[in-house]
């Protein structure tokens, strides 16, 4: 095995983190498609496939080092948001904690001397400079906005595709 099993024990973890992104993403598309703001509700349907794919490029790296993957329990994500803004809050805050998660495998790949682990997870370190400015825009926008202007979100999504800085940096992966 070309990691050892602390390392592949939390590259799992991680699977399941990315996991339970993508259902939140789900979640708060769903609540936006609900309230009829079909540009708020894209944009998360895409957010919650990009964290899926997320989570594969982590299934992909534990078969490539020999490991085995083992996904934990994913918990339901919370599906009712006090408004847009709260639904866009929990988006950032998703998205800085899931930050922490990556900046600990990279202490705990550091710590292990596995080169092939830091490698990987560069991508990620720059994937989540952008997760979070993308949602950091976004709720400037909302906030902005106000509910009564989320037509002007709508509006300023479909002109955009979405904040700056939204994954086309990445080569357009998810």
């Not at 490539?64 to 996904?71: L, M, N, P, S, T």
């Not at 408004?83 to 790949?109: G, K, N």
């Amino acid at each position: 095995m070309m990691a050892s099993e602390k390392l592949i024990a939390a590259f799992n973890q991680q699977i399941g983190n990315e996991m339970g992104a993508s259902l939140l993403y789900v979640s708060i598309a769903s609540h936006f498609d609900a309230e009829a703001l079909p540009q708020l509700a894209g944009f998360f349907y895409r957010q919650a496939e990009e964290e899926r794919a997320h989570a594969m490029k982590f299934v992909k790296f534990v078969v490539d080092v020999e490991g085995k993957v083992a996904i934990p329990a994913i918990a339901a994500p919370e599906n009712e948001f006090a408004s847009p803004e709260a639904a866009v809050e929990r988006s950032l805050e998703s998205e800085r904690r899931v930050t922490d998660q990556i900046y600990e495998l990279v202490e705990m790949a550091r710590a292990e001397k596995n080169y092939f682990a830091l490698r990987f997870l560069d991508w990620f370190v720059d994937e989540q400079l952008e997760e979070v400015a993308t949602m950091s825009s976004l709720l400037q926008v909302v906030r902005r906005a106000g509910s009564q202007g989320l037509l002007h979100v709508e509006d300023y999504l479909a002109r955009s595709g979405g904040p700056p800085l939204e994954s086309s940096a990445a080569g357009g992966e998810g």
